[in-house]
Structure formats: C-alpha cells, structure tokens
C-alpha cells in the first residue's frame, strides 16, 4: 500500500505508522513502526494512542489500496483543506479525497462550496474504511464503538453511525485519488492481484480470475477500460 502511494503520488507528505509484532521491514524513510499486540483493535489502538484529539492523521488502514491519483488535483485539495481549516469560518474536521458514496435515506449528505469547488459533507461515518483526512477526536469516537463490535457484521452496522454533532467530514463530488479492496473474504481482489503483479509481488492466494467487480473500486469514473486491457494483457503474456 505504501509503494502504491510512493509511486501514484510521489510528492504526499505524509508518514505512514505501521503496527508490529515481531518483524519491521525498513522500506523507505516515510515508515514507522510501533509495536502493537496482534489484531485489528489492538494495533489500531496502539496508533491512536499517539494521536491527540485535535490533530489531523491520515487515516488509510492496508485493506485498500490506491491505484489511480491525480496529483494536480491533489495539491489544490490540499491547499483548500488547509485554507477552510484555517479560516476559522467552520472547523473542518476530515476529507476524503475519493467521492463519496451513495448515502441511505435520512441521511443524505449536504453540499458545501468553496471557492468554486463543491464538497459532499458527510452525515455518517459512511465511508470511513476510506483513506482521508481525518481529525483525531473524530476517528477516536468511532473506535470507541468498533471495540464493542463482535462481528464483521458490526463494523458495517456503525459505519452508518450519525457523527457527532460537532463533527464536519467533507469528501469531493469527482475523485481525485481511486481505492479498491485488497481482499474479500481473505482472498485477494483482481485490483489487489493486478497491482502486486505490477509491482512484481506474488500473492500466496491471488485472484483466481481477473474480472473485476466494480464494487471493489471507490470514487469509479473511468477505471473500466484499464481494467479490460490488464485483463487481456494478463491473458496474452501471462495466462495458462
């Protein structure tokens, strides 16, 4: 996931914290690495316990991957954050650089322009397994609940959570960075497949077949016919 982002957006300031238990990989200067106990909430939790409340982290847990930015696009978002952050008019707490998805009925999101530019402000927790932006009071708030969840079913159920009142998540109307699954039920996706193939990594269970489903992909405009072509080039150079 790092490498994707190291290669798709070479220039993101960003420094990724990766939990541990026994093994650390020194990939590349934008790592640290924290000890944690195995699991999900333990490690997720041992991150956070270096975040403070009012700080602003990137979010981006390994089950997605990126595999298309603009980076123009990119830097303006960022810039823009930074200046609505600032502008002390309405605090922001989070932005997800990926569109929004389709929200359920009562709580369809509302819309919020700056500078000419339209954001989706989110009403629920509804896209937080994305990469974003997010506040550090924010994301805490809802890894308070995930501790109490006992089931993948769970974490599904309290994404649909309505944030707290106080909180203002925003993600763009057009996609500025793409993500897709890395696995479903412990098997790698197709776009996860093809992304380590690309990257020469093998994958002890990959994709038994490389037809993607549009569902692994988040913020999908025109991603299709990259696909198709992968799935040809797969089956002329590579394929049995």
Same mark, same amino acid.
């Given at each position: 996931?790092?490498?994707? =982002?190291?290669?798709?957006?070479?220039?993101?300031?960003?420094?990724? =914290?990766? %939990?541990?238990?026994?093994? +650390?990989?020194?990939?590349?200067?934008?790592?640290?690495?924290? %000890?944690?106990?195995?699991?999900?909430?333990?490690?997720?939790?041992?991150?956070?316990?270096?975040?403070?409340?009012?700080?602003?982290? =990137?979010?981006?847990?390994?089950?997605?991957? %990126?595999?298309?930015?603009?980076?123009?696009?990119?830097?303006?978002?960022?810039?823009?954050?930074?200046?609505?952050?600032?502008?002390?008019?309405?605090?922001?707490?989070?932005?997800?650089?990926?569109?929004?998805? %389709?929200?359920?009925?009562?709580?369809?999101?509302?819309?919020? *322009?700056?500078?000419?530019?339209?954001?989706?402000?989110?009403?629920?927790?509804?896209?937080?397994?994305?990469?974003?932006?997010?506040?550090?009071?924010?994301?805490?708030?809802?890894?308070?609940?995930?501790?109490?969840?006992?089931?993948?079913?769970?974490?599904?159920? =309290?994404?649909?959570?309505?944030?707290?009142?106080?909180?203002?998540?925003?993600?763009?109307?057009?996609?500025?960075?793409?993500? *897709?699954?890395?696995?479903?039920?412990?098997?790698?996706?197709?776009?996860?497949?093809?992304?380590?193939?690309?990257?020469?990594?093998?994958?002890? +269970? *990959?994709?038994?077949?490389?037809?993607?489903?549009?569902?692994?992909?988040?913020?999908?405009?025109?991603?299709?016919?990259?696909?198709?072509?992968?799935?040809?080039?797969?089956?002329?150079?590579?394929?049995?």
């Amino acid at each position: 996931m790092t490498k994707a =982002y190291d290669e798709l957006w070479p220039e993101h300031p960003f420094q990724f =914290y990766i %939990p541990f238990q026994t093994n +650390r990989i020194p990939w590349s200067d934008g790592l640290s690495f924290v %000890p944690s106990a195995a699991g999900i909430k333990q490690s997720v939790g041992s991150l956070l316990e270096l975040v403070g409340d009012e700080e602003m982290v =990137y979010w981006a847990i390994d089950d997605k991957i %990126p595999i298309k930015a603009n980076q123009s696009r990119l830097r303006r978002l960022l810039t823009i954050f930074e200046t609505l952050s600032e502008s002390g008019q309405e605090e922001i707490d989070g932005l997800c650089f990926t569109r929004a998805e %389709p929200f359920k009925k009562g709580i369809a999101p509302r819309m919020l *322009a700056h500078g000419g530019n339209f954001f989706v402000r989110r009403l629920s927790y509804r896209g937080i397994w994305q990469h974003q932006l997010i506040r550090g009071r924010v994301l805490k708030n809802f890894w308070r609940q995930i501790i109490r969840a006992s089931s993948p079913r769970d974490l599904d159920r =309290y994404a649909w959570e309505p944030l707290p009142v106080d909180s203002t998540l925003l993600a763009v109307r057009v996609s500025a960075l793409y993500q *897709a699954e890395q696995a479903r039920n412990g098997i790698p996706t197709a776009v996860a497949t093809r992304e380590a193939l690309l990257r020469g990594i093998l994958l002890p +269970r *990959a994709a038994e077949h490389l037809e993607h489903s549009d569902k692994d992909i988040f913020g999908i405009t025109d991603f299709r016919q990259t696909m198709i072509d992968f799935v040809r080039h797969w089956r002329s150079g590579f394929g049995h």
